[in-house]
């Protein structure tokens, strides 16, 4: 069975979603290094579509699923808020970033480097955003 989660569109509810992914993550033999950075990268999107497409309302919620796939997990991050295709996202330049002191920005940048696949789709309303992670070759689950 696919470890699921429903969670609350406030960012307070972060901290559940971080304990639920290394669970999840450690369940699957990857590495505490590739555990933190999953987490790091699916915590972004929630923390984006929270913000941003949610408004932070604690009415409203984001789906999380967690799946095994052929040599890969996918966690498949479903909502219906506003849709952002972060496929679509353009990387800022970063020195410019760096120069102006900018705070934010680099987020979906860090999905990116982080995820080795991505895929979005928007349909009735619902938006999907599936994250991508290859199994360790040595830990592959059995």
Do not use: W
């Not at 429903?6 to 555990?35: H, I």
């Not at 996202?89 to 020195?95: C, G, R, T």
């Not at 410019?96 to 002191?101: F, W």
């Amino acid at each position: 069975m696919s470890p699921k989660l429903k969670l609350s569109c406030c960012t307070s509810a972060l901290v559940e979603l971080r304990s639920f992914l290394q669970r999840s993550l450690e369940a699957y033999g990857f590495s505490e290094v590739d555990r933190h950075q999953v987490t790091l990268a699916v915590e972004e999107v929630c923390t984006n579509l929270i913000i941003h497409s949610h408004a932070s309302n604690p009415k409203e919620v984001i789906y999380l699923e967690v799946k095994e796939l052929k040599e890969k997990l996918a966690i498949e991050i479903t909502d219906k808020g506003d849709a952002f295709n972060l496929l679509e996202y353009e990387v800022p330049d970063l020195k410019k970033v760096i120069e102006e002191k900018r705070k934010g920005g680099i987020g979906i940048y860090l999905v990116k480097k982080i995820m080795d696949e991505i895929e979005f789709e928007s349909k009735n309303g619902k938006n999907t955003c599936r994250l991508i992670k290859n199994f360790p070759s040595s830990k592959m689950p059995k």
